[in-house]
């Protein structure tokens, strides 16, 4: 699976001068500065929605995931304390709230089997609208499936945002060596199923 890297590309002069733009913003938008704070949902929005997208597999349900986040950073971000970038500390109320997100539909699935099982409800029929695209590309999303929300967050920020282990960390309030054991553990998945041929 290959790494993409969106600073790639950019001098670090721009980086720099980015980093720094973005540091004025959330001293105005932890001042009240709504302004301020509409300027940073527009930097990361579709980065906030990507990453609910990854992990949830569902376009609606990540849309409302990403519009929590963003209200929650809103009320939180008087206590942000600038310990790590605004991105980062943004994308670790993302993670949270899609694991808590997907907890809650993996659970509400689990009623839902039981009862079909039992003959109340019909058999589904719409296919899943978060995976588009071929055929390799729908057996990689059923195979993402597999993965705990937790596998799917270290997946995700590893390969797709190319962030390093130890920023991944941060993100996820984790111990580095945990990160590694889901990365670990989500590549033997995908692995077996791959070179399995799941082609259900």
């Known amino acids: 699976m290959p790494r993409s890297n969106p600073a790639m590309g950019v001098p670090a002069a721009t980086r720099d001068l980015e980093g720094a733009a973005e540091r004025v913003l959330v001293d105005r938008a932890r001042?009240?500065?709504?302004?301020?704070f509409r300027e940073l949902v527009e930097r990361h929005r579709d980065r906030v929605y990507g990453l609910a997208l990854r992990m949830l597999r569902s376009p609606a349900e990540a849309e409302e995931v990403a519009q929590d986040a963003f209200v929650r950073a809103w009320r939180a971000l008087p206590r942000f304390?600038?310990?790590?970038a605004f991105g980062t500390w943004l994308h670790a109320i993302v993670v949270r709230r899609s694991i808590d997100r997907a907890t809650v539909l993996k659970n509400r699935r689990a009623r839902e089997v039981r009862y079909e099982e039992a003959g109340d409800l019909p058999e589904p029929v719409a296919p899943d609208p978060g995976v588009e695209g071929g055929e390799m590309r729908r057996r990689l999303g059923r195979l993402l499936e597999q993965?705990?929300?937790?596998?799917r967050a270290a997946v995700a920020l590893f390969y797709d945002e190319d962030r390093p282990v130890e920023e991944i960390a941060r993100i996820m309030g984790m111990p580095e060596s945990t990160v590694k054991t889901h990365l670990s553990r989500a590549?033997?998945?995908?692995?077996r199923g791959w070179l399995g041929g799941d082609r259900s």
């Not at 001042?31 to 301020?36: H, K, L, V």
């Not at 590549?187 to 692995?191: W, Y």
Request: charged letters at 30%; aromatic letters at 0%; zero cysteines.
């Open 31 to 36: 001042g009240g500065d709504a302004e301020a």
């Open 81 to 84: 304390r600038g310990d790590a």
């Open 147 to 151: 993965l705990s929300p937790v596998q």
């Open 187 to 191: 590549r033997a998945v995908l692995r």
